[in-house]
């Protein structure tokens, strides 16, 4: 079997398509050497040799090794140096680890390996440069010996122990802070010894001074990052399957630290934290490229680079049309200049904030880069509602004073009581609060309070530090970099300004403008909002706006999939439709029950225990219930309305505590213990279980007969009116075909009734949810009766699954952390099982009526992976929440293109 693929000098044994092979990394760097870049040369070791090293017990394939000395051969005929070479120059390489996407806590990258006494000997004459030799060797056994040897801070240090050596000799020898390029090849030299007393000491072995060794040393490495506890937190959250492993990259080195003729730099092709058309990044002269994402030097914009190394910044601009014009996408570069010559180092798409995206996939529409189907793919669904996040309200902004400017990393507005470490921002989130995680700057061990924060804000990094990625991936609002705000850990204070915060106090950011306020100001929404929703015709004037609506428009034109709402008044509906919903896919009518003092004859057809006495208090009901459908009806201006009947249990209705009690007994004139005894009496120990959804109509087929009579008669008012209508008479928690088979009767007999007596035709269906086990099972039974079936996956999860929704959070979090539930089943279809049930409904449904229409309403039709599931499955329409309509379409013409 091949497991290392080589690439240099214009040929590449892999491809940019072979990222599951060779890791996104290793995959992009063999096409850049396809099409003529600059990348200097060297080979991947596969993902099929991580998967071998966890079969076999963290060992390695036979033929690797010899693979591997082929591998470096190659680089040597290439460059036309030697690995370990102690006489001329050394050839140098990075070992660099490649998961498909780049991932925090992987290994971090080891730069200049191949450097012992010898070697460096070697290299300090070949380049006539003693200084830069020595800088290198610093930098390797410091590199090397944190991430492949472990020589890290513990708990009760301050600071990273290599970095603590570097800062006391500085003061030893200069008695101040000097940086680090400026260190002389001596200091270099000390530097090296006490690097390596350190390693000994904390090991008890020596630093590996053999080439192979350390090559094999930080592949190692590499491959057993896959399973640190970053990793895998950091796997669970994305939904990254272990299986996929990492490749290992070894790579010849370039250099950036041979002096101000070279440098190192990191860009994006456009700007990805707003979308604006320009290079976007940073750069440091004299620099090796982990220096630029330390945050120990404070890197320039890239666009400086024009002035320090004009040459090789326009062979970079030559590169950045190129690279777009081949992945027809933004990319996120790595780049180093060594003596004015650029190469480039890694390429791939570009992360991006929401609002960028969709600048993006507009912008290279025109430009005829992509075509419209491509843009309606680039704009993940799961993001999309981040153009629909608030930003800060205009007036308050104004009039609140900006403590501190940083760098806008990632856009939106946040407010937040400030926590300055990730497991009290965690705990305060648990809590409830809203928090701003504020550090000097953020690493992987951050992540689990960036997750839980609204916003992250950093006095320390640039655009391209961790903070900044990982926020802008999460959709996080963040400001980094901004040097104004004095984050002092020990006393748990931010000072800005001015003014001193404890942590618990409020700030508040924009990530848009990168401005850091002083205390909590208010948001107001998004002109996607305001221009869709309130007609706002500045907002309609916005390219975000008007992007936006073209995104939908290319979304309709895609989709085969129809996307509803669910909504129960008049202004829901309105919203939905502003964003494109095609009618109402679930209507739940218990919540009329609750306005005003509808609720008192509620409570009385409840308390009746007479037949008659039912009726006579489902009469007051009727009216109420006509007027909530004929203005749901006007609000759709035609479009279909699928209404449910009454589902949940009655005792949800009634007063619970003594004293509301007692002011309903005074209200309806009858005794207190009348009513306690009717509480009492309909307590269920399992309501959701109980006497609920169609079984209450079974039980009081005149609640049935009063709804639907609501719904025809308002339906009747419409035709009278003009008004075009389409009910459509939900029946739920049918799982025997006879309980729709007597529902059904009722809803007819109720429609002639009405017709009748109105003089009015109209046309409606009568269907019914699928939300329980036997209902879907029997769904060619069930189908006989029914024109429609509504998938209810929120009770068709909780039954099939045995789980109740409302008491799943005690053991929800040990089930995804044992790799039980791959994600929460009731926010994300649990296709396997639940699927799988709809699946058979939807058969057996056909093979009884072939035309019958189905739909889904439970909260999984705005999840994106699920409404893909329900494209597959042919369903007619997914419904949501109002504002989730927008994912939805985006999800479904995805699904479809
Ligand atoms: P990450 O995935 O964390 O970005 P990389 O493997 O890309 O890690 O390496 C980080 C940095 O190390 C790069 O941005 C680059 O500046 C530097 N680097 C990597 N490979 C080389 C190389 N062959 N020559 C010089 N510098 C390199
Ligand atoms: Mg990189
Ligand atoms: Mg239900």
């Known amino acids: 079997i091949k497991y290392v693929y080589t690439w240099g000098a214009g040929k590449a044994d892999g491809d940019g398509t072979m990222k599951a092979l060779l890791g996104g990394k290793g995959a992009n760097l063999a096409e850049m050497t396809r099409i003529g870049l600059p990348v200097p040369s060297g080979f991947t070791i596969t993902t099929e040799v991580c998967t071998y090293y966890y079969d076999n017990g963290r060992t390695y394939p036979k033929v690797l090794r010899s693979q591997m000395e082929e591998g470096i051969a190659n680089m040597e005929k290439i460059m036309g140096y030697k690995f370990g070479d102690a006489k001329g120059f050394p050839l140098l390489v990075a070992v660099r680890s490649g998961a498909r996407d780049s991932m925090p ?50 708990p009760d240090e301050d600071h990273e122990p290599f970095e603590h050596v570097i800062e006391s000799y500085k003061h030893e020898i200069y008695g101040k802070d000097i940086i680090d390029s400026e260190l002389t090849a001596e200091d270099n030299k000390e ?35 896959w399973m640190n506890d970053r990793a895998i937190v950091y796997r669970r959250k994305y939904g990254i399957p272990t299986a996929w492993g990492t490749a290992v990259n070894v790579q010849a080195m370039v250099f950036g630290n041979t002096g101000a003729n070279s440098g190192s730099g990191v860009a994006f092709t456009r700007n990805p934290a707003n979308g604006e058309n320009e290079l976007y990044g940073e750069f440091l002269v004299n620099a090796q490229g982990e220096d630029v994402v330390a945050g120990v030097r404070t890197p320039d914009p890239v666009a400086g680079m024009e002035e320090a190394l004009p040459a090789a910044f326009k062979e970079l601009m030559k590169v950045r049309k190129i690279l777009e014009k081949h992945f027809r996408d933004v990319q996120d570069v790595e780049f180093t200049i060594q003596d004015g010559q650029l190469y480039m180092l890694q390429t791939r798409n570009g992360k991006r ?44 902004a104004a009039k609140a004073t900006v403590i501190a400017k940083g760098l806008p990393a990632g856009p939106g507005a946040a407010s937040g009581r400030i926590y300055l470490n990730a497991d009290r921002a965690v705990i305060a989130a648990e809590k409830g609060e ?69 942590e618990g106090d409020f700030l508040s950011i924009d990530g848009t403008a990168g401005t850091v306020f002083g205390g909590e100001l208010a948001t107001e929404p998004s002109e996607i909002i305001t221009g869709l929703i309130f007609n706002k015709k500045s907002s309609q004037n916005t390219e975000k706006y008007q992007n936006f609506v073209q995104l939908m428009e290319w979304c309709g034109k895609a989709t085969r ?87 949940p249990p009655l005792h949800e209705f009634l007063p619970n505590t003594p004293e509301s009690q007692k002011d309903l007994a005074d209200k309806l004139g009858v005794e207190v213990e009348a009513i ?67 529902q059904v009767e009722i809803i007819h007999r109720v429609a002639e009734e009405v017709k009748a007596a109105k003089g009015v035709e109209f046309d409606y269906l009568v269907g019914t949810m699928i939300e329980v086990p036997r209902g879907a099972i029997t769904a060619d039974e069930i189908a006989k009766h029914a024109q429609f079936f ?54 057996k449904g056909r093979s009884v009526k072939p035309d019958i229409k189905l739909g889904i309403c439970g909260e999984h039709g705005g999840d994106p992976d699920s409404v893909t599931f329900c494209h597959k499955l042919g369903l007619a329409y997914v419904s949501c929440s109002p504002y989730r309509v927008p994912v939805a379409r985006l999800a479904a013409a995805q699904a479809a293109i």
């Open 105 to 154: 806590g992987m290994m971090d990258t080891v730069l200049n390996l191949g450097l012992n006494d010898k070697t460096v000997a070697a290299l300090a004459k070949a380049t006539d440069n003693e200084r830069f030799a020595w800088d290198c060797y610093r930098r390797f056994i410091q590199m090397y010996g944190d991430v492949v040897l472990g020589v890290q801070k513990n």
């Open 191 to 225: 530097l090296v010894t006490r690097f390596k007393d350190l390693v000994k000491s904390r090991t008890g072995h020596g630093f590996p001074e053999d080439p192979w060794e350390q090559l094999e040393g930080a592949a190692g490495a590499v491959f057993g990052s």
């Open 353 to 396: 904030t929401a609002a960028a995206g969709l600048k993006f996939a507009a912008d290279m529409v025109k430009e005829r880069l992509i075509n419209w189907q491509t843009a309606v793919m680039r704009n993940p669904a799961d993001q999309l509602d981040q153009l629909l996040a608030p930003v800060f309200d205009v007036n308050e």
């Open 434 to 502: 809203r928090v701003l995680l504020v550090r000097v700057e953020t690493s992987p061990e951050d992540l689990r309070g960036m997750i839980a924060a609204e916003g992250i804000l950093t006095s320390r990094g640039g655009v391209s530090s961790h903070a900044a990625l990982v926020a802008r991936q999460m959709g996080k609002v963040c400001v980094c970099g901004a040097s104004g705000v004095e984050v002092d850990y020990e006393k748990k204070t931010v000072t800005a300004g001015g003014e001193t915060f404890n």
């Open 561 to 647: 999939m129809g996307v509803r709402t669910n909504a129960d008044t008049p202004d829901q509906v309105k919203t939905a439709v502003a964003f494109g919903a095609e009618g109402i896919g679930l209507t739940r009518t218990e919540h009329m029950f609750f306005e005003g003092d509808r609720i008192d004859a509620m409570r009385e057809m409840i308390l009746a225990t007479e037949e008659a006495d039912r009726k006579k208090a489902l009469k007051k009901l009727l009216p109420h219930q006509r007027k909530d459908f004929f203005g749901i009806f006007k609000a759709l201006e035609g479009k279909p309305a699928t209404i449910r009947l009454l589902d």
């Open 676 to 742: 306690a005894h009717r509480v009492h009496d309909l307590h269920e120990f399992n309501p959701m279980l109980g006497h609920r959804g169609c079984r209450l109509a079974i039980s009081y087929p005149e609640i049935a007969e009063m709804q639907a009579r609501a719904i025809f008669e308002a339906a009747a008012q419409c035709v009278k009116k003009d008004i075009p209508v389409q009910p459509e008479v939900m029946v739920p928690l049918v799982g025997y075909a006879r309980e729709l088979e007597l």
């Open 790 to 843: 509504s998938f209810g996956t929120n009770d068709l999860t909780q039954t099939a699954l045995g789980v109740s929704r409302d008491d799943m959070g005690s053991f929800l979090s040990s089930y995804q952390e044992n790799d039980i539930y791959p994600k929460n089943p009731f926010a994300s279809l649990d296709t396997t099982g639940v699927g799988q049930l709809m699946e058979i409904a939807v058969e």
